[in-house]
Antibody
Framework: QVQLQESGPGLVKPSETLSLTCNVSGASISNRNYYWAWIRQSPGKGPEWIASIHYNWGTYYAPTLKSRVTMSIDTSQNQFSLRLTSVAAADTALYYC????????????WGQGTTVTVSS | DIVMTQTPLSSPVTLGQPASISCRSSQSLVHTDGNTYLSWLHQRPGQPPRLLIYKISNRFSGVPDRFSGSGAGTDFTLKITRVEAEDVGIYYCMQTTQSSITFGQGTRLEIK
């Protein structure tokens, strides 16, 4: 059974770069049957998809964040990562990672989330 | 991007009574492979969203059969036959037909 665990810095200063990692257990990050995703949720708001990645088929980014986001896979650590540059207060949110098996293309397993606060 | 619009935004329901949530997409969610990748998630306070329904009407593992999904094209519905206390929270529809994934704004289910 897939399990996901996010990790991150907690607090980031405005204009700096946010780096998050999602550790995957129960499945190989290079499994061709999975996409992996990052989603965030600002306080009191609904989920916002940020990016998805497939080991073979590439990376997809939300248009509103595309210029600042990079998502990557680390097969040696069985994890995937997110980099968000030039952060601002609007990037303060709970960041989740999720798995998307290709037999139903739904986000079926979510991590517990990691809180990111952008503040000086 | 496909815009997902849910109604109502809030739904007060009596325990044991049915509930229904609608989700409309700004364009058809039928994928070129013939499938429709519309799913429903439930979020309780302080928890991550949990998958309930995928591909319009398929219940995810462990989801009670009081939950059902229906619809086609651009109009979809989540129904709960008899609401239980544990069903409170926010329900989201989500489309993964396009690679740019989008969510509905959420419907808050509360007990009267």
């Amino acid at each position: 059974q897939v399990q996901l665990q996010e990790s991150g810095p907690g607090l980031v200063k405005p204009s700096e770069t946010l780096s998050l990692t999602c550790n995957v257990s129960g499945a190989s990050i290079s499994n061709r049957n999975y996409y992996w995703a990052w989603i965030r949720q600002s306080p009191g708001k609904g989920p916002e998809w940020i990016a998805s990645i497939h080991y073979n088929w590439g990376t997809y980014y939300a248009p509103t964040l595309k210029s600042r986001v990079t998502m990557s896979i680390d097969t040696s650590q069985n994890q995937f990562s997110l980099r968000l540059t030039s952060v601002a207060a609007a990037d303060t949110a709970l960041y989740y990672c999720a798995s998307i098996p290709d037999h139903h293309y739904a986000m079926d397993v979510w991590g517990q989330g990691t809180t990111v606060t952008v503040s000086s | 991007d496909i815009v997902m619009t849910q109604t109502p935004l809030s739904s007060p329901v009596t325990l044991g009574q049915p509930a229904s949530i609608s989700c409309r997409s700004s364009q058809s969610l039928v994928h070129t492979d013939g499938n429709t990748y519309l799913s429903w998630l439930h979020q309780r306070p302080g928890q991550p969203p949990r998958l309930l329904i995928y591909k319009i009407s398929n219940r995810f593992s462990g989801v009670p059969d009081r939950f059902s999904g229906s619809g086609a094209g651009t109009d979809f519905t989540l129904k709960i036959t008899r609401v239980e206390a544990e069903d409170v929270g926010i329900y989201y529809c989500m489309q993964t037909t396009q690679s740019s994934i989008t969510f509905g704004q959420g419907t808050r289910l509360e007990i009267k």
